[in-house]
Nanobody, 125 residues
Framework: LQLVESGGGLVQSGGSLTLSCAAS????????IGWFRQSPGKEREIMSC????????NYADSVKGRFTIARDNAKNTFFLQMNSLKPEPTGVYYC???????????????????WGQGTQVTVSS
């Protein structure tokens, strides 16, 4: 499975941005998918994920109510809609995937075998 992110950029605080992750090499139907963020000087942390069955969806407390994860299996793509952006989430966002994987609030990057190259999101104050 290959993953390619797009949609990052510079946005003002309070604005919105939608990240996309296009998959190739396999279909996403049986994959858990998610988004991690790596801010300067910090480890990658989970922002959101959906389990392979799509029965479980989770968000980090810091983004709950402002971010929405969605998958479009027909287009083999998934998204992260980010609203009411704050300067703190500035960093590189990575999309990830794991075959028949789960999704919990404490899930770590080690639980995913596939990830993209990352896309930079910068929120100006």
């Amino acid at each position: 499975l290959q993953l390619v992110e797009s949609g990052g950029g510079l946005v003002q605080s309070g604005g919105s941005l939608t990240l996309s992750c296009a998959a190739s090499g396999n279909t996403l139907d049986d994959y858990a998918i998610g988004w991690f963020r790596q801010s300067p000087g910090k480890e990658r942390e989970i922002m959101s994920c959906i389990s392979s069955s799509s029965r479980s969806t989770n968000y980090a407390d810091s983004v709950k109510g402002r971010f929405t994860i969605a998958r479009d299996n027909a287009k083999n793509t998934f998204f992260l809609q980010m609203n009411s952006l704050k300067p703190e989430p500035t960093g590189v966002y990575y999309c990830v995937g794991e075959y028949l994987g789960g999704c919990t609030r404490k899930i770590t990057l080690a639980s995913f075998d596939y990830w993209g190259q990352g896309t930079q999101v910068t929120v100006s104050s």
